[in-house]
């Protein structure tokens, strides 16, 4: 290389111009609008966490940008009986440490995560607890049995990453939960994960650091199977705020941010940054304690607890203007939700009828249902996870007192916010639901049917809802494998959801990015943010 050259090549770097392929990548710099809380891909089933953790390890069977089913581990998959998969597992991929990924680390995986004391949350436990028995032909063949029929255990497998069975010490591995799967040592925690010890993954990337409250660095894995990322390394750094997030792009701190506000998109293209919107899968809503008496953060004058109402529920979702919401608070960048999965997708109301705003109703309603003076009652929220969601559970609270309900707002931080709402300290708290299977049994076999441990169903049922009419067609919608037939199902099931409503929705989010001249960012439904998506333009 020439002096003259080499000079100039200095200067255009300096300039910002990225040079992208191969070793001389540099690092992309993320700005986060909610930080990951575990490194753990078994911990919680949460998109900052699913987004993290998706860097480092993968699943059998994935889903695209789109929510539509793609090979990741498994090179295909077949039903072979209405109980019966069969899985290939592609022949040439390594974990990050050199060993080949096999039969084995399937069975170790699915098996820990029923075995996993640290975690917080059942999504991935619950498609663990269908499968009556593995078998492994061959160290690239997988062959699960399921409990009953189980359309959909492609989808659900979306959601469980493999993590490699050298991170505890075993014998034979077999698909035996109950009596440790042949494990002989200690299950890995949540903290083997966080401190690296266990973070031994397929993806893309490897772990360099993690902790709370710092910056997370990841490393390019040069042993990767798949298309190689464009970037060496990866820096991501929590904002919850939006505007410093902002600030930070503008001033070169950060290559990609998420979740820029709506309004700051003119000032955005201005500067002559880039943006994409995403319309997502992920609906908002008030989950509602119909199942308890007493509540803890209800007060009756009749000292009992009236969300067990339908008619109070109803009540609740007709006072909410969830179009006013969208377009003053969401700054036009949401969709008014009147189901809990968009139109189009499998399973869901086509064309479902508005959830209309109609306060005097509401009062009516309120007044048949026998509380025409109200009862006082707290909202419980995050005020760090999700999209304006401090302002959206202060605008429900308005809409509520409206109509009689005298409410009080209550948020906090998402670390505090996930443990409480897990030991269902709250009344009436706010959620959001991303159906990363793509179709409409996701939602309501976790928020909505009767907790059930052994069909894996309502493990975030808080509220202890339960109507055994929408349990039966529910759990026949998920054994049905005729696809007409379920969704007609699913679209009974989604009706009588709506007519109790224990779950209120609110809107469907849009995942926004926004990033440097240069750079392009290809969206996700599902709202994660991965640097595999993150590329230089040409």
Not at 192 to 219: H, M, P, Q, R
Not at 451 to 468: E, W
């Amino acid at each position: 290389m020439s002096a003259r050259f080499s000079l100039l090549a200095r200067l255009v770097c300096s300039l910002g111009c990225v040079v992208a392929t191969g070793a001389h990548a540099q690092t992309l710099k993320i700005g986060l609008a909610s930080e990951p809380t575990a490194i753990d891909p078994h911990y919680h089933q949460a998109t900052p966490n699913d987004a993290l953790t998706a860097h480092i390890f993968e699943p059998l069977v994935g889903m695209n940008g789109d929510m539509k089913l793609q090979p990741v581990l498994a090179s295909s998959w077949e039903a072979t009986t209405d109980t019966t998969w069969t899985f290939k597992l592609r022949p040439d991929v390594k974990f990050s440490n050199g060993e080949a990924f096999t039969a084995d680390d399937v069975v170790f995986s699915l098996c820990r995560v029923i075995n996993n004391e640290t975690a917080i949350s059942g999504g991935a436990m619950n498609v663990v607890k269908r499968i009556a028995s593995i078998e492994t032909p061959d160290a690239h063949t997988v062959k699960m049995t399921t409990k009953s029929p189980y359309p959909v255990l492609p989808n659900e497998l979306a959601r469980v990453a493999m993590v490699w069975n050298g991170i505890a010490e075993h014998g034979k591995l077999n698909f035996d939960p109950a009596k440790g799967c042949g494990v002989t040592g200690a299950w890995p925690t949540v903290n083997d994960f966080n401190s690296g010890k266990a973070t031994i993954g397929t993806g893309a990337y490897t772990l360099k650091s993690y902790v709370k409250g710092n910056a997370i660095e990841l490393t390019r894995n040069d042993q990767y199977w798949g298309e190689k990322p464009a970037w060496e390394s990866v820096r991501m750094v929590s904002v919850p705020s939006a505007g410093p997030r902002l600030t930070g792009l503008l001033a070169g701190d950060f290559d990609l941010i998420e979740n820029p506000a709506a309004r700051d998109l003119k000032r955005i293209k201005e500067a002559g940054l880039g943006y994409t919107i995403k319309p997502s899968v992920r609906v908002m809503f008030f989950q509602l304690d119909a199942g308890r008496n007493p509540s803890p953060m209800v007060k009756s004058p009749k000292g009992d607890n009236p969300l067990q109402d339908a008619r109070v529920r109803r009540a609740m979702s007709m006072a909410i203007d969830r179009k006013t919401i969208v377009e003053r608070i969401m700054d036009g960048v949401a969709t008014p939700a009147y189901q809990f999965l968009p139109d189009g997708m499998f399973g869901a109301l086509p064309n479902a009828p508005e959830l209309k705003y109609d306060p005097k109703a509401a009062k009516a309603l309120l007044t048949e249902a026998g509380y025409p003076d109200g009862f006082e009652l707290t909202l419980s929220s995050t005020n760090d996870r999700y999209i304006n969601d401090a302002q959206i559970t202060q605008a429900v609270a308005q809409y509520l007192s409206r109509i009689g309900i005298r409410t009080t707002v209550d948020t906090m931080t998402r670390s505090v916010y996930f443990p409480r709402r897990a030991k269902r300290d709250f009344s009436a708290s706010l959620g959001g639901w991303g159906s990363e299977t793509g179709e409409a049994s996701n939602f309501i076999q976790y928020w909505t049917t009767t907790t059930n441990t052994q069909l894996g169903l309502g493990s975030s049922n808080y509220g202890a809802f339960s109507n055994p009419e929408l349990d039966t067609k529910f759990v026949e919608a998920l054994r049905t494998v005729d696809d007409t037939k379920r969704a007609a199902l699913l679209n009974d099931v989604i009706k009588i959801a709506l007519d109790d409503m224990p779950n209120i929705p609110l809107h469907f989010e849009s995942g926004v990015w926004a990033f440097r001249k240069g750079l392009s960012y290809e969206g996700r439904a599902d709202q994660r943010t991965t640097a595999m998506a993150t590329r230089p333009v040409k």
